[in-house]
């Protein structure tokens, strides 16, 4: 039997290593959490991933995924976008923010959500992989599921805030797991282990 390939995730965030744990089930890899912390002090989603992923590339010796992701509404034009974990110390508090600056705006409030990821492998270049769910944001949360601002971000078609979704039908639609079937299309994960 052929021995996993390890890869580092690059976040501290137990939502998103929770997600990326079931979103990579069947990719032969051996996930491992990255024991440190990275500033986003970029410019953009790209330049966040790339720091996380070449940190934790470079403290680790093995391949790393980083990410950055965001919600970006256009009543505000795009905000919070890259500053999306930057609104208050708590998500409730930074969904509360969100919900304060968006009163006395017309409905919809319309959204999207992007996440890029970067795979950073010593001695490789780093690959870049994207992927955005469009929908709205709603004034009533809806739904516990989900980890930030899904219980306030409805899904077109749907009916459901990504906090109403359990996680088979959350990757159906969302960002981070579209830029993660990019990666898998992409054979990155494949070509770097040989």
Request: charge should be neutral.
């Amino acid at each position: 039997m052929a021995e996993r390939r390890r890869l580092v995730i690059a976040t501290g965030n137990t939502g998103k290593l929770r997600e990326y744990r079931e979103l990579l089930a069947g990719a032969g890899v051996e996930l491992v959490a990255f024991d440190g912390e990275v500033d986003e002090v970029g410019e953009s989603y790209a330049a966040n991933a790339r720091l996380k992923a070449e940190t934790a590339a470079a403290r680790s010796g093995l391949p790393a995924l980083g990410d950055d992701s965001g919600v970006e509404v256009e009543a505000l034009g795009g905000f919070p976008g890259i500053r999306s974990a930057r609104l208050g110390p708590t998500q409730e508090e930074r969904t509360a923010e969100l919900l304060k600056r968006l009163e006395g705006k017309r409905r919809p409030w319309k959204a999207r959500f992007v996440c890029v990821l970067a795979l950073a492998d010593p001695g490789h270049a780093t690959q870049f992989f994207e992927g955005e769910c469009r929908g709205e944001i709603v004034p009533e949360w809806s739904g516990a599921a989900g980890f930030g601002y899904d219980p306030v971000f409805l899904v077109p078609g749907t009916g459901k805030t990504f906090g109403e979704m359990p996680p088979e039908e959350k990757r159906l639609y969302s960002h981070r797991a579209r830029a993660v079937r990019a990666l898998l299309e992409s054979g990155a994960l494949v070509r770097r282990s040989a």
